[in-house]
């Protein structure tokens, strides 16, 4: 089983970068595919990019393509995600999950597909 642990988040103003961090432990996050997920208030959890268990295939949400970056580092344990030109819409509580799987390509992008998520970080962007 592993744990993940999100940190990062907090109150920014439109037009500024911040940077999230998930941090697993138990187990090596390099037996999972991991994504981050959001959920505004009174909004169902919705996807926001995913990357493989080899780390060489990515996915982004359309709202968040071109300004949001996924990376992993196996060795230190650790996926980040690098948030450019944030929005007010990106407001929400960030999530970030882990898919036990053998593929080392494949993708996931609905939240029941995942195993393990972390208990969240909130993110607030003022316009």
């Known amino acids: 089983q592993v744990q993940l642990v999100e940190s990062g988040g907090g109150l920014v103003q439109a037009g500024e970068s911040l940077r999230l961090s998930c941090a697993g432990s138990?187990?090596?996050?390099?037996?999972?595919?991991m994504g981050w997920f959001r959920q505004a208030p009174g909004k169902e959890r919705e996807f926001v990019v995913v990357?493989?268990?080899?780390?060489?295939?990515?996915y982004y949400a359309d709202s968040v393509k071109g300004r949001f970056t996924i990376s992993r580092d196996n060795a230190k344990n650790t996926v980040t995600l690098q948030m450019s030109s944030v929005k007010p819409e990106d407001t929400a509580v960030y999530y970030c999950?882990?898919?036990?799987?053998?593929?080392?390509?494949?993708?996931?992008?609905?939240?029941?597909?995942?195993?393990?998520w972390g208990q969240g970080t909130q993110v607030t962007v003022s316009s």
């Open positions: 999950a882990a898919k036990t799987t053998v593929a080392y390509s494949t993708t996931y992008y609905s939240p029941r597909q995942y195993d393990y």
């Open positions: 138990g187990r090596t996050l390099s037996n999972y595919a």
């Open positions: 990357t493989s268990r080899s780390g060489s295939t990515t």
